[in-house]
Protein backbone atom coordinates (compact mmCIF):
# COMPACT_ATOMS: atom_id res chain seq x y z
CA UNK A 1 0.00 0.00 0.00
CA UNK A 2 1.24 3.37 -1.02
CA UNK A 3 2.20 5.75 2.22
CA UNK A 4 -0.94 8.16 2.98
CA UNK A 5 -0.41 11.65 1.50
CA UNK A 6 -0.12 12.79 5.45
CA UNK A 7 3.15 12.19 6.41
CA UNK A 8 3.78 13.26 10.24
CA UNK A 9 6.97 11.92 11.07
CA UNK A 10 9.91 9.80 8.76
CA UNK A 11 12.57 7.28 10.18
CA UNK A 12 14.35 4.61 8.53
CA UNK A 13 12.34 2.31 7.92
CA UNK A 14 9.18 3.67 9.22
CA UNK A 15 6.98 6.24 8.87
CA UNK A 16 3.62 8.04 10.92
CA UNK A 17 1.14 8.95 8.45
CA UNK A 18 -2.54 10.02 8.56
CA UNK A 19 -3.28 5.99 8.13
CA UNK A 20 -1.32 4.90 11.14
CA UNK A 21 2.38 3.63 11.38
CA UNK A 22 3.23 2.41 7.44
CA UNK A 23 6.77 0.60 6.32
CA UNK A 24 8.72 2.48 3.97
CA UNK A 25 9.72 -0.20 2.25
CA UNK A 26 6.84 -0.55 -0.37
CA UNK A 27 7.38 -3.77 -1.43
CA UNK A 28 6.21 -5.14 1.53
CA UNK A 29 2.34 -3.60 0.22
CA UNK A 30 1.79 -3.03 3.55
CA UNK A 31 1.79 -5.95 5.49
CA UNK A 32 3.11 -4.42 8.39
CA UNK A 33 1.52 -1.46 8.52
CA UNK A 34 -0.71 -0.68 11.53
CA UNK A 35 -3.94 1.05 11.28
CA UNK A 36 -4.77 4.29 13.65
CA UNK A 37 -7.59 2.32 14.98
CA UNK A 38 -5.32 -0.42 15.74
CA UNK A 39 -2.29 1.73 17.83
CA UNK A 40 -3.36 0.83 20.90
CA UNK A 41 -3.48 -2.60 20.31
CA UNK A 42 -0.15 -4.15 22.60
CA UNK A 43 -0.83 -7.74 21.06
CA UNK A 44 -0.88 -6.30 17.38
CA UNK A 45 2.41 -4.29 18.32
CA UNK A 46 4.05 -6.94 19.89
CA UNK A 47 3.47 -9.53 16.90
CA UNK A 48 4.94 -6.67 14.38
CA UNK A 49 7.60 -6.16 16.70
CA UNK A 50 8.75 -9.35 16.73
CA UNK A 51 9.10 -9.74 12.78
CA UNK A 52 12.45 -10.39 11.32
CA UNK A 53 13.78 -7.99 9.53
CA UNK A 54 12.33 -4.90 12.09
CA UNK A 55 14.48 -2.17 13.08
CA UNK A 56 13.11 -2.11 16.58
CA UNK A 57 14.50 1.01 17.85
CA UNK A 58 12.95 3.19 14.53
CA UNK A 59 9.31 1.17 15.29
CA UNK A 60 9.60 2.41 18.81
CA UNK A 61 10.45 5.86 17.81
CA UNK A 62 7.20 5.80 15.47
CA UNK A 63 5.04 4.09 17.56
CA UNK A 64 5.78 6.72 20.35
CA UNK A 65 5.07 9.73 17.72
CA UNK A 66 1.68 7.75 16.46
CA UNK A 67 0.44 7.85 19.44
CA UNK A 68 1.45 11.34 20.49
CA UNK A 69 -0.57 12.13 17.60
CA UNK A 70 -3.48 9.55 17.79
CA UNK A 71 -4.24 9.23 21.23
CA UNK A 72 -6.46 6.41 22.69
CA UNK A 73 -9.81 7.91 23.32
CA UNK A 74 -11.75 5.69 26.27
CA UNK A 75 -14.96 4.07 25.42
CA UNK A 76 -16.95 6.14 27.47
CA UNK A 77 -16.46 9.05 25.82
CA UNK A 78 -17.37 7.88 22.69
CA UNK A 79 -20.68 7.01 24.19
CA UNK A 80 -21.51 10.83 25.52
CA UNK A 81 -20.75 11.62 22.03
CA UNK A 82 -23.85 9.82 20.84
CA UNK A 83 -26.99 11.85 20.60
CA UNK A 84 -29.85 11.42 23.00
CA UNK A 85 -32.46 8.93 21.57
CA UNK A 86 -35.53 10.76 20.18
CA UNK A 87 -38.67 11.77 22.72
CA UNK A 88 -41.95 9.40 21.71
CA UNK A 89 -42.99 9.98 18.48
CA UNK A 90 -46.90 10.59 18.23
CA UNK A 91 -48.54 9.18 15.14
CA UNK A 92 -49.24 11.91 11.92
CA UNK A 93 -52.86 12.25 11.27
CA UNK A 94 -54.23 10.16 8.34
CA UNK A 95 -53.91 12.26 4.98
CA UNK A 96 -57.26 12.20 2.33
CA UNK A 97 -56.25 10.56 -0.67
CA UNK A 98 -54.71 12.01 -3.50
CA UNK A 99 -56.70 12.36 -6.70
CA UNK A 100 -54.83 10.90 -9.59
CA UNK A 101 -53.11 13.28 -11.40
CA UNK A 102 -53.81 12.68 -14.86
CA UNK A 103 -57.39 13.08 -15.96
CA UNK A 104 -58.72 13.27 -19.33
CA UNK A 105 -61.91 16.33 -19.66
CA UNK A 106 -63.29 15.73 -23.12
CA UNK A 107 -66.92 16.85 -22.84
CA UNK A 108 -68.11 19.33 -24.97
CA UNK A 109 -65.01 19.41 -27.52
CA UNK A 110 -64.46 17.72 -30.79
CA UNK A 111 -62.42 14.46 -31.18
CA UNK A 112 -60.09 16.62 -33.86
CA UNK A 113 -59.34 18.76 -31.74
CA UNK A 114 -57.68 17.31 -29.14
CA UNK A 115 -53.84 16.93 -28.80
CA UNK A 116 -52.66 13.01 -29.73
CA UNK A 117 -50.22 11.00 -27.73
CA UNK A 118 -48.72 7.73 -28.73
CA UNK A 119 -46.78 5.21 -26.94
CA UNK A 120 -43.36 4.96 -27.78
CA UNK A 121 -41.42 1.73 -27.83
Known amino acids: MALHRDI ?3 GRQWSVTGAG ?3 IDQRLR ?3 DIDVARLWDDALVQSRRAKPGVNIEDFDRALTAAR ?3 PCEP ?3 VAD ?3 APPPAIE ?3 A ?3 VPPAFVLHTEGRLARFLPQWRIRR
Open 95 to 97: RPP
Open 91 to 93: PLP
Open 21 to 23: IQA
Open 81 to 83: LLP
Open 30 to 32: GVL
Open 75 to 77: IAR
Open 8 to 10: FWV
Open 68 to 70: MRF
